[in-house]
């Protein structure tokens, strides 16, 4: 099981963004910096094989294992 937490730069408290009951993995922020991508094995598996997870200011880019995987999103992380 994994946490991801976000915290501001200038320190602070921690935002806990994920619960501990999945295993949650390479986080990255979209670049509007509003958006964390991150693959997790919420379904029994990862969604995708080893993780390449790249980002530029239009696109996701990253390596598919599975034809039937997700990718979780959580959005505007700073509500």
Do not use: A, C
Request: aromatic share 12%; hydrophobic share 35%.
């Amino acid at each position: 099981m994994s946490k991801l937490y976000v915290v501001p730069v200038s320190g602070g408290p921690w935002t806990r963004i994920t619960d501990n009951n999945h295993w949650d993995d390479k986080p990255r922020w979209s670049p509007d910096g509003r958006t964390v991508y991150f693959v997790s094995r919420r379904g029994g598996f990862f969604n995708v094989g080893p993780v390449g997870l790249s980002l530029t200011q239009d696109k996701l880019v990253l390596t598919l294992e599975e034809q039937s995987g997700s990718i979780w999103v959580l959005d505007n992380v700073d509500r």
